[in-house]
């Protein structure tokens, strides 16, 4: 499960405060000199009860629907009071009830209800208002993983507990799975989060608790959506470059994406299975797994 952070401190910040103390060093979880000070900043911003409620109120009354210079921005369910410096940024996020029209109005997955995922970034968290939004906990090795939809790593159970008020847990990146439950009444809970440029090239991924299965990767990537949407379109140039991509990029996401795009523009289904020949001897182990799937797929059409 998450890792509890224990931080007693009284002291009472400023949003500003609490930014500038952050940005007193890198925000690196894995560090445990730089996690007690986050810890300390987001205790005491969240011993402030008042800041929040008094930032949503200016919002509103500015009728702002984009940030201000400050670099508070909101949606539907998460306010980022912070801009993205030091390798961290701010953020509330809001957990409506099953009793709550915005959950009856955007439904459950808006919020990431019942849907257990994993993170591909580690974040530090405490509740702020209300009972908090409950999850069930697993853990996993995420290096055992090829990344596969349909593959069942080893999902540990660890507990069912609630973000209640006042509590303080570290979200650690590749290890903690939670599936999320509405808490009994809204609730809030503030956010430190890991931002780094290195985070979106790996994979976060949705889980059937069930089964044991991944079900999903539930991280955009842009390149991948750039790759798919230009071969689409039917350019020798882009066809060429996911040929390249898909025989040399060091994200095997972006191998599998480009062999993905390339054969859907194939008019046959020899084509499509010579492809996926090539694509067994990549020299990946994700990339040949796909094409094993996608070459049995094809022996089923034809027969």
Not at 160 to 176: C, I, P, T
């Amino acid at each position: 499960m998450p890792r509890l952070i224990t931080c007693g401190d009284t002291g009472v910040a400023s949003l500003q405060e609490a930014i500038e103390q952050l940005d007193t060093q890198l925000f690196d979880p894995r560090d445990d000199a730089s996690l007690a000070n986050a810890a300390v900043a987001l205790r005491r911003l969240a011993n402030n009860r008042e800041f929040l409620g008094n930032l949503m109120i200016e919002q509103l009354a500015s009728g702002r629907s984009e940030p201000k210079e400050s670099g508070v921005g909101y949606g539907p369910q998460s306010m980022v009071l912070s801009g993205v410096g030091n390798g961290y940024f701010l953020r509330a996020n809001i957990w409506p009830s099953e009793r709550d029209a915005i959950l009856a109005a955007s439904g459950s997955q808006s919020f990431v209800y019942g849907v257990p995922h994993d993170h591909n970034f580690s974040f530090l968290t405490v509740g702020y208002f209300g009972p908090g939004y409950r999850s069930r906990y697993y853990e996993y090795d995420y290096a055992s993983v090829v990344g596969n939809i349909g593959e069942k790593p080893e999902l540990r159970f660890i507990e069912e507990s609630a973000l209640h008020e006042g509590k303080m847990q570290l979200y650690r990146a590749h290890l903690d799975i939670h599936d999320q439950i509405p808490p009994e009444s809204l609730s809030v809970s503030i956010n430190v989060m890991q931002a780094d440029e290195v985070s979106g090239w790996f994979d976060q991924y949705s889980f059937d608790l069930d089964t044991g299965e991944i079900t999903g990767l539930i991280n955009p990537n842009a390149t991948e959506s750039f790759l798919r949407i230009a071969v689409g379109l039917g350019g020798q140039e882009a066809f060429d470059l996911a040929e390249r991509f898909g025989r040399t990029h060091p994200s095997e996401r972006i191998r599998l994406a480009c062999f993905e795009a390339r054969s859907g523009m194939l008019e046959t289904a020899a084509a499509r299975d010579a492809l996926w020949t090539a694509a067994e001897n990549n020299g990946s182990l994700r990339v040949a797994r796909a094409a094993t799937q996608q070459r049995k797929a094809l022996e089923l059409e034809r027969a």
